[in-house]
Each structure stands twice: as structure tokens, then as C-alpha cells.
């Protein structure tokens, strides 16, 4: 079936640097898309979206990429904090169709002290 | 403002029993969303409960059930439990149906089924 997965599983980083968190989708019909944090202990929490008619979007200190080429999506974390410790993971949907959501995996991301 | 609250945090339950968790969702918001998560699915999206109606609906059997009252506070229920269903259980509120953005998350339910 159709999912969403995330190439890196774990991903460590030394704090100051910055962080890449990478996620393929395989429905292209989906045309919306949110990076959600999730704290040990906590539900998720929204960090960034992007609509499939945008390549780039940015936040505070997050950049989401959208490459539909090749189904794929990227969170970039600028000047990483351990408070940026967290397992990160990707959602693929059509706006307005919550049953045809997908949630990825999850990466958890580490930040070296 | 007080965030999503989710009762119980844990509950261990034994095959065949039954369960109703309970979700109060943040004030003023009115749509009310069901997840399951673990670590062999990840999240999952369940169903969701606009002014006390179903809006939406995820891939899970019927054992899976929920309802919104009219003060926006949702229930979940799944019946005839199965081992497989120990999972921590995720309710999330927005504004409104679809209102993704405005969504905010529950510290959730750990279910354990024994």
C-alpha cells in the first residue's frame, strides 16, 4: 500500500549545527504536507507545513523542502538545540480528506551537547 | 489557556474486555481527532468528530467507535480488545474540520491489553 517512510531512522548532531531530517512519500495525489516534534512523553506537535504548489517554506529556524519530482520532503533544523531532541516525523494528505492522511515513521533526532 | 487533556494516561485491559478513553479539547475548539500510534504502525489516523458528527473515518475495524457530546468533548471506545490494540492512543483538537495548523495534540492514553 501507499506509505510514507523516512530514510534515516536515528540521526545524531552536535549542537550549533544543523539538522536534515529526510522523508519520501509515494502518493501523489497528496497535497499537503505538516512536520510534526514529538517529545518523549508528549503527542506530536505541529512545527511546519507546506501545500504541493510550494517547493520551500520557512519558520522559525525550520525550512521545509518539497521536491515532487521525486516524492520527497525535508525538514531542516537551523542552529540545532538539544531542546530539538525529539522523534520527528512527516505527514502526507489531501487538505480536505483527513482518512487519506499518512504519518511516517519517525526519525529521532539527538543533539550533542 | 489549558491544552488538551486526555483521561486516563494508562490503563491495562485484558483480551475481550472494553475501553472508553476520554478527550477534553481545548476551549473554543471544536473538532475533536482519534489516533493510535506504535511502534510497529506509527500514527494513525482514526476518526474525527465535528459538532458532534463523524466527519471522517480511518482504516480500523468497527470494535473502534467514538462519539462528541456537545460540549466538544469526544469519547473513543473499542470493544472485544486485542492484543494488537495496545498502542497509546492520541486525541487531538482544532479549531475546526481540517483545521491541520491549528491542531494540537494530547499527551495521549497508553493502553496496554494483556
Known amino acids: 500500500g501507499e506509505s510514507v517512510g523516512l530514510h534515516l531512522p536515528t540521526l545524531s548532531v552536535q549542537e550549533g549545527d544543523n539538522s536534515i531530517i529526510n522523508c519520501a512519500y509515494s502518493?501523489?495525489?497528496?497535497?499537503?504536507f505538516i512536520w510534526y516534534k514529538q517529545e518523549s512523553g508528549k503527542g506530536p506537535q505541529f512545527i511546519i507545513d507546506i501545500r504541493s504548489n510550494m517547493d520551500k517554506r520557512q519558520g522559525q529556524r525550520v525550512t521545509v523542502l518539497l521536491n515532487k519530482t521525486v516524492k520527497h520532503l525535508s525538514l531542516q533544523i537551523a542552529a540545532t538545540q538539544p531542546g530539538d531532541s525529539a522523534v520527528y516525523f512527516c505527514a502526507e494528505m489531501s487538505k480536505t480528506s483527513y482518512d487519506k492522511v499518512i504519518f511516517g515513521p519517525g526519525t529521532s533526532l539527538s543533539v550533542i551537547p | 489557556k489549558a491544552g488538551v487533556t486526555q483521561t486516563p494516561r494508562y490503563l491495562i485491559k485484558t483480551r475481550g474486555q472494553q475501553v472508553t478513553l476520554s478527550c477534553s479539547p481545548i476551549s473554543g475548539h471544536r473538532s475533536v481527532s482519534w489516533y493510535q500510534q506504535t511502534p510497529g504502525q506509527g500514527l494513525q489516523f482514526l476518526f474525527e468528530y465535528f459538532s458532534e458528527t463523524q466527519r471522517n473515518k480511518g482504516n480500523f475495524p468497527g470494535r473502534f467507535s467514538g462519539r462528541q457530546f456537545s460540549n466538544s468533548r469526544s469519547e473513543m471506545n473499542v470493544s472485544t480488545l486485542e492484543l494488537g490494540d495496545s498502542a497509546l492512543y492520541l486525541c487531538?483538537?482544532?479549531?475546526?474540520?481540517?483545521?491541520?495548523?491549528?491542531?494540537?495534540f494530547g499527551p495521549g492514553t497508553r493502553l496496554l491489553v494483556l
Open positions: 502518493n501523489s495525489a497528496s497535497d499537503y
Open positions: 487531538a483538537s482544532s479549531l475546526g474540520s481540517g483545521s491541520w495548523e491549528t491542531q494540537y
